[in-house]
T-cell receptor, first 114, second 112 residues
Framework: KQEVTQIPAALSVPEGENLVLNCSFT??????LQWFRQDPGKGLTSLLL?????REQTSGRLNASLDKSSGRSTLYIAASQPGDSATYLC?????????????FGGGTRVLVKP | KAGVTQTPRYLIKTRGQQVTLSCSPI?????VSWYQQTPGQGLQFLFE???????NKGNFPGRFSGRQFSNSRSEMNVSTLELGDSALYLC???????????FGPGTRLTVL
């Protein structure tokens, strides 16, 4: 069964520290991977989309990398702020046939302490 | 540009009833996908519609169904509600095949 895993499930960092969030997937045939942010009780906000042909994407303080051979994606958030506190989810289209079907990881709940 | 909208935002139903949820995608987007989010199972894919046709389906019972209209708006129906159907139902829209997906705020369904 193709899976997407996020470890740890939760982490807490002091304000200003860089955040490193991990996402693992079982199939190197992944087609694309998207990172989302979810605030409690809210919908998902798209952060970055990485196509399988790309190795990284950047937006402001956010940088996401994709390594298909090792089955890993990493989201870096530079100089974290209390407003970055949220749950971060990665989701993958695990094959070309998957189309717009995303398989989600369980998420990492982040707390940035002032 | 308006984002993805979902109505209603909150619903309370009793077991055995049926419910219909609505999703309006971003203007110009023709793909609408539906997901169920629960604390125990996380986010799970229900189905995707593109140009009024179901293009993909997840592993949910036949009580869960959907449709898409010519204006790309989509509805999801759940019949014979069970307590386990209590969840946040999210829809996402996309401009095409495996493009970035944008989610709505969700409909919180509570089954009593």
């Amino acid at each position: 069964k193709q899976e997407v895993t996020q470890i740890p499930a939760a982490l807490s960092v002091p304000e200003g520290e860089n955040l490193v969030l991990n996402c693992s997937f079982t199939d190197s045939a992944i087609y694309n991977l998207q990172w989302f942010r979810q605030d409690p009780g809210k919908g998902l906000t798209s952060l970055l989309l990485i196509q399988s042909s790309q190795r990284e994407q950047t937006s402001g303080r956010l940088n996401a990398s994709l390594d298909k051979s090792s089955g890993r994606s990493t989201l870096y958030i530079a100089a974290s702020q209390p407003g970055d506190s949220a749950t971060y989810l990665c989701a993958a289209a695990l094959s070309e046939a998957a189309g717009n079907k995303l398989t989600f990881g369980g998420g990492t709940r982040v707390l940035v302490k002032p | 540009k308006a984002g993805v909208t979902q109505t209603p935002r909150y619903l309370i139903k009793t077991r055995g009833q049926q419910v219909t949820l609505s999703c309006s995608p971003i203007s110009g987007h023709r793909s609408v996908s539906w997901y169920q989010q629960t604390p125990g199972q996380g986010l799970q894919f229900l189905f995707e519609y593109f140009s009024e046709t179901q293009r993909n389906k997840g592993n949910f019972p036949g009580r869960f169904s959907g449709r898409q209209f010519s204006n790309s708006r989509s509805e999801m129906n759940v019949s014979t509600l069970e307590l386990g159907d209590s969840a946040l139902y999210l829809c996402a829209s996309s401009s095409g095949y495996q493009n970035e997906q944008f989610f709505g705020p969700g409909t919180r369904l509570t089954v009593l």
